[in-house]
C-alpha cells in the first residue's frame, strides 16, 4: 500500500522502531559477518539488506568480502574491477563501490582454472590447486587484510560476507574469506542457511560443531532463510537449533518472489524465464552461453513492460525473437566455438537477415565482427577464427585488460533524429562500464559508424544499420534512452509503446522493500545489543 507521497504506509510498530533507531547515539559497532552452510543460501543478499538497513538507521555501513568467486563484475569509479555483489551491496549502502570491498575476485574460466584479479587488476590465471597451496598464501592474507583495515578506518559498521560454507574443513589451513577474516576484524558472525533447501538442522549444527572453539565462540546467532509456510509450525524447531547450537535464532526471514536484487553468479540464471515467445510483447532473446559474464546487464530490461525477456541456447528459438542479444563471455573464442556446434551461429545470422535485431555486448561484440585474432594466445590456442561476419570489424586480444567506468551519448547514426547535428550534441550522457580484454577496429574497407561517443570525443561500438549493432559498455540497457532506441522499431507491437521505466528508481526501491522485509523478519534489537558487545 502506498500514501499519496509515493511512499510505503508500514505498519505504526515498523515506524516505531525506524524512529528508535534514528534516535540512537549513533557510536561505533562491530564489524558483522554473514557466513553460509554453504553455497546460494543468501548470503550476499541479507548483507545487501543489512546495508540498507544501517544505512536508514543513520550509520555509514559498507561492504566488505575478502575473495568472491564470481563472473559477474563491476568497475569501480577508479576504473578497476571487483565481484558485482559487493557493487549491489555498496550500492545498498547508499556509498560508491572500492576495490577494498572485494579485493581479492576470481573469475572462474574452466572448471580448474580462474583469473585472478588482485585489488582490481589481473594477477594471472591459476588452477585450483595451484591457488589453493600454503606456499604465498599470506601474502594474499595480508593483501586481504590491509583492505578490511582501510574501510574499517572509514565506515561504520563493515558489513562483511562469507564464501561458501563456513565449515570446508579441507580448506581450513587457507581460508582467508570466512572465520580467519572475521577474526582478523573482530566481526560478529551471523550464520545464515537455507530452509527451502531442506536439511537445516543438521546444516545449521553440523556447520558450527565442526568449527574449532576459537572460531565457534565467534558465532553469535543463526538467520533461517527463504522459509515458506506458517511460521508457527517452526517455532519449536528454533527452540531445537538454539538447544543444539548454544546461540539464537535472530530471525526466519520468508521466501519472497515480489523483490528484485542483482543477482551474484550463473546459479541465478535457473530462476530466470527460458520461455520463448509472447503476444503484445517485444520478444528478447539473451542467447545463453557457457561461460555467460554480466548476466546483470539485462535486469533493467526484463524489468520493462513492453518486454518479454528469455535466456536461450535452442537455435529454434531465433525464429521467435524480435531482439536477439549476445552476451559478454569469459572465453569469447570458446563461446564463439560452441555457437558453431551447436547451429545457434547460424541462426542469428539468419533471423538479422529476416529483421530481427541483433545486439552484441563486450564478447558479443567481438563475436559479431568479421573475425578474432589471438596472435599472442591471450585468450586459447586458436590464433584466428571467423566471427558472425555481422558487423565490418575486426578483434585482436590483448594480455592488457580495460576496466573504467564511462560516460556517452548515442552518435548520430543511433538517433538521427533527435540530433541536430554533430555526434557531441546527441542527447544526454548515459553511463556504463567497460571490462574486456581485446581491441576492436573497423576493417580498412568499412566506413566507422559507431554506436555511442564517449565523453572524451572517442568512438565506442559499431552499428550496420539501425538494427545490427554491438558495444562494449556494459550496462548499457540500465540507460531508459538507449532502451527506447532499441525498442523504437517495435512501437507498434506492444500495447503502450510510451510506457517508460527509471531503473535508478527501481532499484531503489528495491533495496528499500528488502530492508523492510528482513527488519519485519529479525530481531533487530537483539542484532544491534550483540554489535555493540552488550551480549
Known amino acids: 500500500m502506498r500514501t499519496r ?106 572448471d580448474c582454472t580462474s583469473q585472478v584479479v588482485l585489488n582490481g587488476r589481473p594477477a594471472g590465471t591459476r588452477s585450483a590447486s595451484e591457488y589453493f597451496r600454503k606456499e604465498g598464501r599470506e601474502t594474499l592474507r595480508s593483501e586481504v587484510c590491509a583492505a578490511f583495515d582501510r574501510l574499517a578506518a572509514r565506515y561504520n559498521p563493515i558489513v562483511m560476507e562469507g564464501a561458501g560454507s563456513m565449515t570446508e574443513l579441507n580448506l581450513s589451513d587457507v581460508d582467508i574469506v570466512n572465520l580467519p577474516m572475521a577474526a582478523h576484524a573482530g566481526a560478529d558472525v551471523i550464520l545464515v542457511a537455507d530452509i527451502d533447501r531442506g536439511g537445516v538442522f543438521a546444516s545449521v549444527y553440523g556447520s558450527i560443531a565442526l568449527l574449532p572453539p576459537e572460531h565457534r565462540r565467534m558465532v553469535k546467532g543463526v538467520l533461517i532463510n527463504k522459509f515458506r509456510g506458517d511460521i508457527s509450525l517452526f517455532r519449536p524447531g528454533i527452540k531445537i537449533i538454539e538447544q543444539l547450537c548454544g546461540v539464537p535464532v535472530l530471525g526466519v526471514i520468508p521466501y519472497y518472489k515480489d523483490i528484485h536484487i542483482e543477482e551474484e553468479d550463473s ?156 555526434p557531441s550534441d546527441c542527447g544526454p550522457q548515459l553511463h556504463g562500464y567497460e571490462i574486456h580484454m581485446g581491441a576492436t577496429v573497423p576493417e580498412k574497407d568499412a566506413a566507422a559508424s559507431p554506436l555511442c561517443i564517449l565523453s572524451d570525443g572517442t568512438a565506442d561500438g559499431c552499428m550496420a544499420g539501425s538494427r545490427c549493432m554491438g558495444t562494449y559498455i556494459h550496462g548499457i540497457l540500465d540507460n531508459r534512452q538507449f532502451v527506447d532506441f532499441l525498442l523504437s522499431p517495435f512501437d507498434g507491437m506492444t500495447e503502450d509503446p510510451k510506457r517508460q521505466f527509471d531503473y535508478t528508481a527501481f532499484k531503489n526501491e528495491q533495496y528499500d522493500k528488502l530492508a523492510d522485509h528482513v527488519r519485519r523478519n529479525v530481531d533487530m534489537d537483539r542484532i544491534y545489543r550483540i554489535m555493540k558487545g552488550e551480549q
Open 5 to 110: 507521497s509515493g511512499r510505503s504506509a508500514e505498519k505504526p510498530w515498523i515506524q516505531k522502531k525506524r524512529i528508535k533507531k534514528q534516535s540512537m547515539k549513533h557510536g561505533p559497532l562491530h564489524p558483522v559477518m554473514f557466513t553460509g552452510t554453504g553455497s546460494d543460501v543468501g548470503k550476499s543478499v541479507v548483507a545487501a539488506a543489512f546495508c540498507r538497513i544501517f544505512r536508514q538507521d543513520g550509520y555509514t555501513p559498507a561492504p566488505f568480502k575478502a575473495q568472491n568467486m564470481a563472473l559477474n563484475s563491476f568497475a569501480t569509479p577508479e576504473g578497476l574491477e571487483i565481484g558485482r555483489a559487493q557493487a549491489v551491496q555498496a550500492e545498498a549502502a547508499g556509498v560508491a563501490c572500492h576495490t577494498d570491498m572485494n579485493p581479492l575476485l576470481l573469475k572462474p574460466q574452466t
Open 267 to 422: 546459479m541465478d540464471l535457473r530462476r530466470k524465464s527460458l520461455t520463448a515467445g509472447h503476444d503484445g510483447l517485444v520478444n528478447v532473446a539473451v542467447v545463453l552461453l557457457r561461460h555467460l559474464s554480466n548476466f546483470t546487464d539485462f535486469d533493467a530490461l526484463e524489468r520493462d513492460p513492453r518486454v518479454h525477456l528469455f535466456y536461450t541456447s535452442a537455435a529454434a528459438d531465433m525464429a521467435q525473437a524480435d531482439i536477439i542479444i549476445l552476451p559478454g563471455s569469459k572465453c569469447t573464442v570458446d563461446d564463439l566455438c560452441e555457437l558453431r556446434r551447436n547451429g545457434m551461429a547460424r541462426a542469428v545470422v539468419q533471423a538479422c537477415r529476416d529483421g530481427a535485431t541483433v545486439l552484441g555486448i563486450c564478447g558479443g561484440y567481438q563475436m559479431m565482427g568479421r573475425e578474432i585474432l589471438d596472435p599472442g594466445n591471450v585468450e586459447s590456442s586458436i590464433e584466428r577464427i571467423p566471427g558472425l561476419g555481422l558487423l565490418p570489424v575486426t578483434t585482436t586480444m590483448t594480455p592488457e585488460k580495460t576496466t573504467r567506468q564511462v560516460s556517452f551519448s548515442l552518435s548520430y547514426a543511433a538517433t538521427p533524429l533527435s540530433c541536430p547535428g554533430t
